[in-house]
């Protein structure tokens, strides 16, 4: 018999599995429950995007792209990113298509982190960052973000993290879970800390287009940090693409270089229909992202109301589609919360202890779901709080 | 008032309160906007999106094109008000190009439909030719497909 346990990798082994695996277990078991635990567009890829993919198909595109994808899709990124972003970037050198957002944060980690590096981390926030500095063997550092900072990073709280050992700071803005957004001026302060050092930044903009009342600002927009920028971006949640499993990553040449050794070795090109499909989305569908943004306005405004009117203490999400009530008032733990709160009214959201520890106390709410499963849950909530009253 | 609109076009029965919720505006202001749209005409109703050909009911529809003569002084308009003044008649649209109106009629049956081209709409003053085409299975209504999806699997997928 083999000890599996001795042979594999002990770095592996001592990432911790998502906690949230035992909600969507019990939630499959339910009748009439309703999930608004998933992070991912309520919407279909729009049907040009979609007709777009087949199209190629037909047409036989059924090979690899060059590694770092196909020129006529980087240009239209860059022309994307100059349209709406006021961001410029060669797409020849500076430009790789990944697949999805996740791998270009992979790439960026494993091409700038040496062992012992330290990687700081702002939580809570999506659940990858750590594990994948882990696996570059670099060390996170994490900044608790509060609700009084409207869950920003401030200055003083990033140099406070930072030591001669600081190599990179993953800035996860608009944020999930908590809706939090960065202004020009956080990002102005911040350049001053910097300046002076080597220190880069890991900026993902997943949810760049989804900002609500104020246009999403890059670190990458203040020209003292454009420099030390590697921006991440991909498809999945302005374009409602999950499933197309499409990024990609912008920076200095020098990095990029490197970085697309990684992705050649390990990815070879990202999926080739996908990259038509993306062409498609990048030229005809800034029209698409409008009407799934006012939607997921209208359910933003139309969640928070309910939750502030049973009197939970709520931060007014600026980005993203979640909502991060705070729940201390109920007197449970986040996770005592989602279990009971599935159990008695099946209604799955997710503690927010999983991102990260300063979660506690607060669950995380996606609100990219109908208004009538909004309305059924908030409903369900409403009895919930009163029976813990 | 366009962000109301929208929203009750997708679906009329969200309540005053919800549509405040969700626009950020107070109920009582709402309610006065949608009262206002009703009054002037902009909402001329509420309805469901029915699939027929699901219940047991039965019933056909019919598109019907109509030549017609357009007449001094009311030009389409007498005409139009001669047809859509019917029961039967669902929709009426003036249209550009080959033909002048498109009518949608529903009946019980084919020979009810027959009747009414024949007895009703043909005669009319004015009215010079008729086409009509019979419709057999309704895709989509109001931006809403009448087919069921197919439901995705369940995904334990954590983002």
């Known amino acids: 018999m083999m000890n599996y346990n001795n042979i594999m990798s002990k770095k592996v082994q001592s990432l911790a599995p998502s906690g949230i695996r035992k909600f969507f277990d019990v939630l499959d078991t339910m009748q009439d429950a309703i999930s608004l635990g998933i992070g991912e567009p309520d919407f279909v890829t729009p049907w040009h995007i979609r007709e777009a993919g087949i199209f190629s198909l037909e047409q036989g595109h059924t090979k690899y792209t060059s590694n770092a994808g196909m020129t006529k899709l980087r240009t239209e990124i860059a022309k994307y990113l100059e349209r709406r972003f006021a961001l410029n970037y060669d797409p020849l050198g500076q430009i790789i298509v990944t697949v999805g957002g996740s791998e270009a944060i992979d790439l960026c980690v494993r091409a700038l982190v040496e062992p012992g590096d330290e990687v700081i981390i702002p939580i809570p926030s999506f659940v990858c960052y750590g594990p994948i500095t882990t696996m570059a063997d670099g060390v996170p550092v994490y900044i608790e973000t509060k609700a009084e900072n409207e869950f920003r990073i401030t200055s003083e709280e990033l140099e406070k993290a930072i030591t001669p050992k600081t190599k990179l700071v993953i800035l996860p803005f608009p944020n999930n879970p908590t809706g939090g957004i960065m202004r020009r001026q956080d990002w102005e302060d911040i350049a001053k800390v910097l300046d002076g050092t080597d220190i880069m930044l890991l900026s993902d903009e997943i949810y760049a287009e989804l900002t609500y009342g104020q246009h999403h600002v890059s670190p990458a927009n203040i020209p003292e940090l454009f420099d030390r920028s590697m921006l991440v971006n991909g498809f999945s949640k302005a374009y409602a693409m999950t499933g197309w499993r499409l990024g990609y990553v912008c920076g200095p040449e020098q990095i990029v270089k490197q970085m697309l050794k990684i992705h050649q070795y390990g990815i070879m090109s990202a999926p080739t229909m996908s990259q038509y499909a993306a062409i498609d989305a990048l030229k005809d569908g800034d029209v698409d992202i409008e009407r799934m943004k006012e939607a997921y306005n209208h359910r933003r405004q139309l969640l928070l109301k309910g939750l502030r009117d049973m009197g939970l203490e709520c931060f007014e999400p600026r980005g993203a589609f979640y909502m991060f009530p705070s729940i201390k008032s109920t007197g449970l733990t986040s996770d005592d919360f989602c279990t009971r709160f599935l159990q008695e009214e099946k209604v799955a959201v997710i503690p927010g202890t999983a991102f990260g520890e300063n979660g506690e106390g607060f669950v995380r709410i996606s609100y990219a779901s109908s208004v009538e499963n909004i309305e059924t849950a908030l409903e369900r909530m409403r009895n919930f709080i009163q029976r813990l009253k | ?159």
């Open chain 2, 1 to 159: 008032m366009t962000e109301i609109l929208k929203l009750l076009e997708e679906d009329s029965r969200y309540t005053p309160a919800q549509i405040a919720a969700m626009t950020g505006k107070d109920e009582a202001q709402v309610r006065s906007i949608i009262k206002k749209c009703e009054e002037e005409h902009i909402i001329n109703g509420y309805t469901a999106l029915i699939d027929w050909d699901r219940t047991s009911e039965e019933s056909v529809t019919a598109f019907i094109e109509v030549k017609i003569t357009p007449q001094r002084d009311d030009g389409f308009d007498r005409i139009a008000r001669r047809i859509y003044q019917y029961e039967e008649v669902e929709s009426l649209y003036l249209m550009s190009g080959a033909f002048d109106l498109a009518v949608t009629v529903t009946a019980k049956s084919l020979k009810d439909v027959a009747q009414f081209v024949s007895a009703k709409l043909a005669p009319i003053d004015g009215v010079r030719s008729t086409a009509t085409h019979f419709i057999l299975k309704k895709y989509k209504d109001k931006h809403r497909s009448f087919q069921v999806e197919a439901e995705q699997e369940e995904r334990v997928l954590f983002v």
